[in-house]
T-cell receptor, first 113, second 112 residues
Framework: AQSVTQPDIHITVSEGASLELRCNYSYGATPYLFWYVQSPGQGLQLLLK??????LVQGIKGFEAEFKRSQSSFNLRKPSVHWSDAAEYFCAVGAGNNNDMRFGAGTRLTVKP | EPEVTQTPSHQVTQMGQEVILRCVPISNHLYFYWYRQILGQKVEFLVSFYNNEISEKSEIFDDQFSVERPDGSNFTLKIRSTKLEDSAMYFC??????????FGPGTRLTVT
């Protein structure tokens, strides 16, 4: 069965600093991979997705992620964090014809002024 | 831009009562899902629905849960006899066939 691990529960970065959120997945076949962001009390917004092709994918709000099959990873990056990026970030893997998704536990991002 | 909608935004119910959470998926989508998120925890898959039947369900989705697409536009999740531990945010999602799910804003269910 597919599963997702986000090793970092909480990360704090200074505004303007770079960011990398880690995600490792477990799935036997080629996974569909996603990053979602959730602000407090809000729903889930898709940042980016990987299905196939170029392993470096660009998303909204200046985020990017790189799929590394050898490491079973799909880490999210942003070169310069803004205060508005403070939120909870969830990595997810989808599988099968229905793309039933399994989410990681999330990483809470705090941005210091 | 089309979006998934959910009603109500917040539902309060007493333990043992039945609740129905409603979702209107995006109109040309074919796959439908329910997820839940207990406060402070991760989003958990409950069930997927395609071609008028359940495709997959998790171990959370026991006999107390059921889903229905009664009229071709709504997609509902029923909990027959709510328990305190059913308190959570419930998200509906829909997908066309491009493997990108669109999530609704969620219904917060509080069981007292």
């Amino acid at each position: 069965a597919q599963s997702v691990t986000q090793p970092d529960i909480h990360i704090t970065v200074s505004e303007g600093a770079s960011l990398e959120l880690r995600c490792n997945y477990s799935y036997g076949a080629t996974p569909y991979l996603f990053w979602y962001v959730q602000s407090p009390g809000q729903g889930l917004q898709l940042l980016l997705k990987y299905f196939s092709g170029d392993t470096l994918v660009q998303g909204i709000k200046g985020f990017e992620a790189e799929f590394k099959r050898s490491q079973s990873s799909f880490n999210l990056r942003k070169p310069s964090v803004h205060w508005s990026d403070a939120a909870e970030y969830f990595c997810a893997v989808g599988a099968g014809n229905n793309n039933d998704m399994r989410f990681g536990a999330g990483t809470r991002l705090t941005v210091k002024p | 831009e089309p979006e998934v909608t959910q009603t109500p935004s917040h539902q309060v119910t007493q333990m043992g009562q039945e609740v129905i959470l409603r979702c209107v998926p995006i109109s040309n989508h074919l796959y439908f899902y329910w997820y839940r998120q207990i406060l402070g925890q991760k989003v958990e898959f409950l069930v997927s629905f395609y071609n008028n039947e359940i495709s997959e369900k998790s171990e959370i989705f026991d006999d107390q849960f059921s889903v229905e697409r009664p009229d071709g536009s709504n997609f509902t999740l029923k909990i027959r006899s709510t328990k305190l531990e059913d308190s959570a945010m419930y998200f509906c999602a829909s997908m066309q066939s491009n493997y990108e799910q669109y999530f609704g804003p969620g219904t917060r269910l509080t069981v007292t």
